[in-house]
């Protein structure tokens, strides 16, 4: 590769990576507003916290921002141990996203049994009107936005641990003309109250993001092919710059003696 290509790729290398590390702290900032404005949802399913859509953007923003650090200084300053490292981790996240879509298409079957299990135990067990941990108004929020009630049914609100001895239901899991009502909660008349359960319309909510996320994540890793390759371009031309210029100096060296 002539000067002026090796000088076009290491510049186009430092500018696709700065792009990078400019989107890996607008998406590492998304992150951490999702986890200030709906963290509740990891108390509601502790064993799924690496699904929610706050802990994947900060792992994708932390591992955008590290590797486009090190590709666009390894660019700048012709560091092939830079390069190299840079090169190696975006073999890993390739790597990293090959498992872990293999994986979610083989354990589809199990998160989605998991998930219907854990929402059963936060009613049953967790669910507390008047505690601090949340579960209360992340489950209004769930009954009024999908127009719901428990998991299955509202069967599921009867003889919980917060109310052992009665049948009734959150406030929320009425009709919107009754919600208003004291008695729409207590009167255990079904008619007034949203009888179909929330768990296929949550799953199909946590899905259809999942899905997004996951054709992003392959739009970057497609993207990421041209830094694969200019990295490896850079690395053998700074490797065959290197051997020419202690050639060089071999030969300045054997005609001086």
Known sequence: M???????????????NLLFWVLGCGVTGVGVWLHVAYGGYST??????????????LTAGAVTFLVA??????AWFQSRCMLATYFVLVILIFLLEFAAGTLGFIYRRHIRESLEEELKVSIKFKYDPDGDNGLAELWDHIHTKFDCCGVDSYLNWHHIAAWPDEKRVPQSCCLEEFVNGTACATSGN????????????????????????????MSFAFVQLFGLISAMLLLCTSAEKKKKKHHSRYIQYAAMV
């Open 2 to 16: 002539g000067r002026t290509g090796y000088t076009c790729v290491r510049r186009t290398l430092c500018c696709y």
């Open 69 to 74: 650090f090190l590709g666009c200084c390894g």
């Open 44 to 57: 509601l399913l502790p064993t799924h916290r690496v699904l929610s859509a706050d802990g994947l953007c």
């Open 190 to 217: 079904s008619s007034l109250i949203h009888q179909g359960g929330c768990y296929h319309k949550l799953h199909l909510w946590i899905m259809k993001r999942l899905y997004i996320v996951g054709i992003v994540c």
